[in-house]
């Protein structure tokens, strides 16, 4: 069956960095796109950043950009997302993310349709 299991949140100072990842199990979809979105206490799901199965494509969200990183190990099935210069701001719940049967990502947000229990991350000063 299908499942997404992340790693890696923890405590971090501002300017300090994190290494998340998801391993990724059960995908049987020939295309997909994989990622992560964060929810914040009181705040709206934002959409982190995802990358494409099928061509390596990426989208990352404005606030993240020249900070974050995803990458993936195919043979292990896991993604992994590179968190530099924490702000206190990237406090959140990060939960990685399927958008199944997307083929193709060029920039443009996923929409997920299905995520992992998530991992958290807190920014303090």
């Known amino acids: 069956h299908l499942q997404l299991v992340e790693s890696g949140g923890g405590l971090v100072q501002p300017g300090g960095s994190l290494r998340l990842s998801c391993a990724a199990s059960g995908v049987t979809a020939d295309y997909y796109a994989i990622g992560w979105f964060r929810q914040a206490p009181g705040k709206e799901r934002e959409g982190v950043v995802c990358?494409?199965?099928?061509?390596?494509?990426?989208y990352y969200a404005d606030s993240v950009k020249g900070r974050f990183t995803i990458s993936r190990d195919k043979i292990k099935n896991t993604v992994y997302l590179q968190m530099n210069s924490l702000k206190p701001e990237d406090t959140a719940v990060y939960h990685c993310?399927?958008?199944?049967?997307?083929?193709?990502?060029?920039?443009?947000?996923?929409?997920?349709?299905?995520w992992g229990q998530g991992t958290q991350v807190t920014v303090y000063s």
């Open positions: 993310a399927l958008e199944l049967g997307r083929n193709g990502v060029d920039g443009a947000p996923c929409w997920w349709n299905y």
């Open positions: 990358i494409s199965s099928s061509d390596g494509g990426t």
